[in-house]
Nanobody, 115 residues
Framework: QVQLVESGGGLVQPGGSLRLSCAASRSISSIHIMAWYRQAPGKQRESVASIISAGLTNYADSVKGRFTISRDNAKNTVYLQMNSLKPEDTAVYYC?????????WGQGTQVTVSS
């Protein structure tokens, strides 16, 4: 089991940046895949970015070149650096850990991109 707590969301203007953090309640070094998802109002939750324990990353086409996922195993934390934000990035962002086929989620953090 693991508890995940996201932070770093907020209101930002288009073109701005935010860094989300996901703090885990236990060591993440053995968690093979950690990821960020998002859910906009009226839409299904979608994968944004993922990172495996070896450091390989994967991104949704809509965020490639703008978002960067990273993990700090020493701090039990996963980050999502979001640059060049667009209004369509507005959503609740969730941290995810997949452990032996079971998905664990944080409570989410709101990101609003608006002028």
């Amino acid at each position: 089991q693991v508890q995940l707590v996201e932070s770093g969301g907020g209101l930002v203007q288009p073109g701005g940046s935010l860094r989300l953090s996901c703090a885990a309640s236990r060591s993440i070094s053995s968690i093979h895949i950690m990821a960020w998802y998002r859910q906009a109002p009226g839409k299904q939750r979608e994968s944004v970015a993922s990172i495996i324990s070896a450091g390989l990353t994967n991104y949704a086409d809509s965020v490639k070149g703008r978002f960067t996922i990273s993990r700090d195993n020493a701090k039990n934390t996963v980050y999502l650096q979001m640059n060049s934000l667009k209004p369509e990035d507005t959503a609740v962002y969730y941290c995810n850990a997949a452990i032996y086929g079971v998905n664990y989620w944080g409570q989410g953090t709101q990101v609003t991109v608006s002028s």
